[in-house]
């Protein structure tokens, strides 16, 4: 049987190969008889160098027997598998590509033992991509003089990747230092940033001589960095293989400083402490806030709330939105925040989603003047586009700020039922651990004693606004409804 030489550069250029196989396939020569090899780096049974162009010459000249045909997912891992530097990737790809010809799903068998290979090579190259971006060391150059350019910062670097990444790693480079002129030396060749363009030469570089200064300094900041609590020399050395130490400044100081790192810490730990700066005092008296006197009317409570500035979003709302209802109301609905109207009225649910609240009640029969309606968070919280306000959720800070005057507004109305209306609410009345869909919809009992109250979980009119018309917003609008004729049948009980 005929066999066939091809030999390609030790390189990632894709063309080359792609150009090849193609010949190749279209051919339908199989792979066990085509013998993939480098320039330079084989030679025949007499010590002579293979002639490069014989396998070629005799490709082409075959008659084509078949078209070929590779989906995109396939170009891409061969295009991936080639950056790695095994001398058989060459092979491995041709016959993935053969293979595919009758089997166009072997991309998807993971246990076959040539894809399985092949993913594990691009694993290896996106690994190499991954340590370049973190262990290359730029050193500066002296300024140019005069021509195209001048003005602009220019740099130096060495790396030794394992594999042929360079064009795949340029990007990165190019986007993260885009405001200086930079080149990247390696064994693989070299990759060059001008502020417009990036140039790849795949030709050998020899290791520059490094040296502008900054490596002292360098050292300095990382040696006032280094944690010797934290210390932990398997993993350093599992994220920082020796390869890459010749190459940076600062593992000359990582073994002493290691080995003083059990002396340092006890040398903190017997250390006085000093006191915290003045802006820990600060945030520490922000989130131990005060409770709050007890107030005896709804007037004086909603004064206060009007008046509270416990966190950041009293400077951006228009006003606090209290609550509203008769004060001996036998239920309590509690929202998650006002919303653009309601900050602007100064009353809870006058938005579209009080709309949707005020329907859902007059079809289920309950009286919104019989409720009492307030919300988790006092204040509106948005963000501006254009003109507009956005609503946003409020953060656990916004909602633990809040909780006393939620709590007031509980020990005033003393309610026998609080509905909750959204996941905000719920968390605000029985902190993170209760989910949304354990508790929706359900009627339960929280307290003990004179202080048991009967809890229901809904879902925030928002919510079914946002669902619109659609097949799941008709459900869950009937499911809200549920809910809600509970509260008629709760305002009847004789003992409520």
Not at 95 to 104: D, E, F, K
Request: include cysteine; proline fraction near 7%.
């Amino acid at each position: 049987m005929t066999r066939y030489v091809l030999t390609l550069e030790d390189s990632a250029v894709f063309e080359p190969w792609r150009e090849m196989a193609r010949a190749a396939l279209q051919r339908a020569i199989p792979p066990e008889v085509l013998d993939w090899r480098m320039r330079g780096g084989e030679t025949d049974l007499f010590g002579q160098q293979t002639n490069d162009s014989d396998g070629m010459v005799a490709l082409t000249e075959g008659p084509v027997l078949k078209s070929v045909t590779l989906r995109a997912s396939c170009i891409a891992l061969l295009r991936d598998m080639l950056c790695h530097s095994d001398p058989g990737r060459f092979a491995l790809a041709y016959r993935i590509a053969w293979r595919v010809q009758g089997n166009p799903h072997l991309l998807d068998v993971a246990t076959d033992a040539d894809i399985a290979k092949a993913r594990i090579m691009i694993r290896q190259n996106r690994q190499d991509c991954h340590k370049m971006t973190a262990f290359v060391r730029f050193r500066e150059l002296p300024a140019q003089v005069g021509g195209e350019g001048s003005g602009r910062r220019r740099f130096l670097a060495w790396f030794e990747p394992q594999h042929h990444i360079l064009e795949r790693i340029a990007p990165f480079f190019s986007k993260r230092f885009t405001d200086m002129d930079w080149m990247i030396l390696t064994p693989r060749g070299s990759i060059c940033w001008d502020g417009k363009d990036l140039a790849y030469s795949f030709e050998p570089c020899e290791q520059p001589e490094l040296d502008d200064g900054f490596g002292d300094l360098w050292n300095t900041y990382y040696a006032s960095t280094f944690n010797p609590a934290r210390v932990r020399t398997k993993a350093m050395r599992r994220e920082m293989p020796g390869r890459y130490w010749k190459n940076l400044p600062e593992t000359r100081l990582i073994p002493q400083l290691v080995a003083g790192a059990e002396a340092r810490v006890r040398m903190m730990a017997e250390q006085v402490p000093l006191p915290a700066p003045a802006f820990h005092e600060r945030l520490r008296s922000r989130d131990s806030l005060p409770l709050q006197p007890l107030s005896h009317t709804p007037e004086d409570l909603a004064a206060k709330i009007r008046s509270c500035t416990a966190c950041p979003l009293h400077c951006a709302a228009t006003q606090a939105v209290v609550g509203e209802g008769p004060v001996e109301a036998r239920i309590m609905v509690v929202g998650e925040q006002p919303g653009d109207q309601e900050d602007l009225a100064g009353r809870p649910f006058v938005g579209p989603a009080g709309q949707v609240l005020q329907e859902a009640l007059e079809k289920v029969g309950v009286e919104r003047s019989t409720l009492y309606l307030t919300n988790a968070v006092k204040h509106f919280r948005f963000r501006l586009q254009g003109r507009r306000r956005i609503h946003q959720s409020p953060d656990e800070a916004h909602v633990a700020a809040c909780r006393p005057w939620l709590e007031q507004e509980i020990a005033l109305v003393r309610p026998r039922l609080i509905v909750s209306l959204g996941a905000t609410a719920l968390k605000a009345l029985d902190g993170p651990g209760r989910a949304m869909a354990e508790r929706r919809g359900t009627l339960w009992t929280a307290g003990e004693g004179e202080n048991a109250v009967q809890r229901l979980a809904l879902a925030h009119p928002s919510w079914l606004l946002r669902l619109g018309d659609s097949a799941q917003g008709e459900i869950e609008r009937e499911r809200f409804e549920e809910g809600l004729a509970r509260l008629r049948d709760f305002c009847g009980r004789p003992d409520a």
